[in-house]
């Protein structure tokens, strides 16, 4: 059934007149007709009887009339649901513990008011979310993807440059430093435990081992940040590496410090995606949001060269 021949039955029983319709929806009498005949033909039945001053609903019409009504309504409220702004932001953040979930934590708590649904897809690789907001099931995600894996009508926008520090207990032969080099790790075991391959963090983390020759050991089932900081507080070997707003807690007792990397400070990009036609409100807001927020690094950066050496622009 054609929604706008129901709407022009709507009109028609409304003004009672073809005309007056065709002027209310802003088109020809011929077009109106047309509707008319159409829907009349399709529920084979007449709805209107044509008369001399106008027209008048049927018997067939008068029972058609509050059902149409119901539909209009119905369609009404479905395209309002979807309008940009008119349903929350549906954003992926990985994992809600890591930068992304802090970034956009933030950007809520600038603006309260702002409709919003964090989920975290942290199974799904970067091309198998890129391929979800293409969908629609989500709007929008953070994620560290190849230029050359970016599906055609994604955006995607370098706006969440994350440096890495080092993670270490009170007993490791580096927790003295107020910072170290990339280079000054070789040598050292750096554990970063549950390592899925596949991923975009493997891909990171290869490249980053193999541009400073470290050893980036991911071996072992990933008991979760609690084990790890078990095991980081009571190693003088171990060391991790986490984003500068990453958020794991531990109790006070085990002295485990964060020591910055420099020269050069290796950055986790975060790239967000999005559709490239997407023009949701919020999303709008969000990127700005990033832009200014964004802050700068007093240092040389690394990124793997498969990442664009510049973020975006403002």
Not at 290 to 309: G, H, I, K, T, Y
């Amino acid at each position: 059934m054609d929604s706008e021949a129901v709407r022009t039955f709507a009109a028609i029983a409304e003004a009672g007149q073809f005309q007056a319709a065709a002027d209310e929806l802003g088109i020809s009498q011929q077009a109106v007709s047309k509707r008319i005949v159409t829907l009349e033909k399709s529920l084979g039945v007449s709805l209107l009887v044509r008369t001399s001053r106008g027209s008048r609903l049927s018997l067939d019409g008068q029972v058609f009339l509050p059902h149409a009504k119901k539909v209009l309504a119905a369609l009404e409220e479905a395209e309002q649901a979807v309008r940009p702004g008119s349903r929350p932001l549906r954003v992926d953040v990985l994992n809600r513990r890591i930068a992304p979930a802090q970034a956009v934590h933030r950007f809520y708590r600038s603006r309260p008011d702002t409709a919003l649904d964090v989920v975290t897809l942290g199974e799904e690789n970067a091309a198998q979310v890129a391929w979800a907001v293409l969908e629609g099931s989500i709007d929008a995600s953070f994620r560290a993807l190849p230029a050359d894996q970016v599906p055609a009508g994604i955006r995607a926008e370098r706006l969440l440059d994350v440096p890495l520090q080092l993670l270490l207990g009170p007993a490791h032969p580096l927790a003295a430093k107020d910072q170290v080099r990339p280079s000054d790790l070789v040598g050292h075991r750096i554990w970063i435990p549950g390592i899925r391959p596949g991923t975009e963090w493997e891909q990171f983390y290869r490249s980053l081992s193999q541009d400073f020759g470290l050893s980036i050991d991911a071996l072992g089932p990933n008991f979760g940040d609690e084990a790890l900081m078990d095991a980081l507080a009571g190693s003088a070997s171990l060391a991790t590496l986490v984003g500068t707003d990453d958020r794991y807690l531990w109790p006070d007792g085990y002295g485990l410090r964060h020591i910055p990397l420099r020269e050069p400070t290796p950055i986790y990009p975060h790239l967000l995606l999005t559709r490239a036609d997407h023009r949701h409100p919020v999303l709008t807001d969000l990127r700005n949001y990033l832009r200014a927020s964004q802050p700068q690094v007093a240092d040389e950066v690394w990124v793997p060269n498969w990442v664009s050496p510049d973020r975006t622009p403002m």
